[in-house]
């Protein structure tokens, strides 16, 4: 990345010069003189504007994110996806001052157009540039945030999708019962959907799950940094115990010693989100049932909110940040709302 500082006198020629910090460059400034109207050859009282960069301040805007804020690697991607993309589809706006509302207004209405975006994919694009543009707002490198200004719509409400209980069994026995090459598939992969349905685990959490973050004998899952940056402990329930014991014979059969808890299933390496995602079609196909990791979490909290966990208990097992997100699954579960509707004093 070069720091770049341009003085342009009209139709001459700009000198460049690279500007370098201590360490590294610093990000780019470019200053542009414009002459007064009042005579061809009139120099003085020339007004400066500064222009930056985009392509140093969004890497600006990554490092600081990173450092200062303490952004997981999740959000920095989630970054690099929407307004990222954005810069990447339009390198003719190399300066930051050549983004004004109308033209994001008409890139952000044209996915929904054009692209056929959902909405939820229009506020979650929206999101990543609004987080930049407040980013330049703070640091005075624009008057205003001017996304903040462009109309979204609606947020579409939607029910979480869960499994029936009869049907959280049946992918249970598929993925224990499922064709594998190596009777470790087998194991590990029952103990990999048992703890999506017992501990309702995000994938993230389930892939960077650590062996000593599993307490066997005082039965509780230890989930370090999750999402919002986020300790939780999550109590083991007797049949999901007997799963991960299971799975952690067949583990040390193999040698399996490096840190993460799920194994892949040739090296002595961490089981992928490639490797997780192979494994669900396999136990969908045996199991002819449709379902995703996250699918899983929600069964869980449905399941535990029809066997009567309340919903303070339940937020906490989930990891929410808000009591208010887990209140949908009050809801999302048709069996809780009947047990309900039978407390009414008239019947």
């Known amino acids: 990345m070069h720091g770049l500082l341009i003085t342009d006198y009209s139709s001459a020629q700009a000198p460049v010069t690279h500007t370098q910090s201590k360490g590294r460059t610093q990000f780019s400034t470019i200053q542009t003189r414009l002459p007064r109207q009042i005579g061809k050859d009139d120099w003085s009282g020339a007004e400066a504007k500064t222009r930056f ?6 890497d600006r805007f990554y490092d600081e994110s990173i450092v200062i804020h303490n952004r997981s690697r999740y959000t920095i991607g989630w970054y690099k996806r929407t307004v990222g993309k954005m810069f990447e589809l339009h390198p003719e706006r190399e300066f930051l001052d050549q983004w004004n ?83 470790f598939e087998r194991y590990r992969n029952r103990a990999l959907i048992a703890v999506m349905l017992y501990a309702g685990l995000r994938i993230r959490e389930v892939l960077e799950l650590g062996s000593m973050a599993v307490d066997l004998e005082n039965g509780s899952i230890h989930i370090v940094q999750g999402k919002h940056h986020k300790d939780r402990i999550i109590p083991i329930a007797p049949r999901l115990n007997g799963y991960l014991k299971a799975y952690l014979v067949e583990r040390r059969r193999l040698n399996k010693t490096h840190r993460y808890f799920f194994s892949s299933t040739n090296r002595d390496k961490p089981m992928t989100y490639g490797g997780v995602c192979k494994a669900i079609k396999r136990i969908k196909d045996r199991s002819g049932i449709y379902f995703t990791p996250h699918i899983l979490r929600h069964t869980f909290a449905t399941l535990m909110l029809e066997g009567g966990c309340d919903i303070f208990s339940l937020s906490k097992m989930l990891g929410h940040q808000d009591i208010k997100t887990t209140t949908i699954y009050l809801s999302a579960s048709p069996q809780h709302l009947r047990q309900q509707i039978y407390k009414h004093p008239l019947n």
């Open 101 to 183: 509302q109308q033209f994001v207004e008409t890139y952000l209405y044209e996915g929904r157009r054009k692209k056929k975006w959902k909405v939820s994919t229009f506020i979650n694009v929206f999101g990543g540039i609004c987080s930049f543009f407040a980013w330049c707002e703070r640091k005075e490198f624009i008057p205003e945030n001017f996304v903040t200004k462009i109309e979204k719509p609606r947020r579409e409400k939607h029910l979480p999708k869960a499994l029936s209980k009869t049907n959280a069994d049946s992918i249970l026995e598929a993925s224990f019962y499922a064709q594998y090459t190596y009777r």
């Open 53 to 58: 960069l985009v392509c140093d301040l969004i």
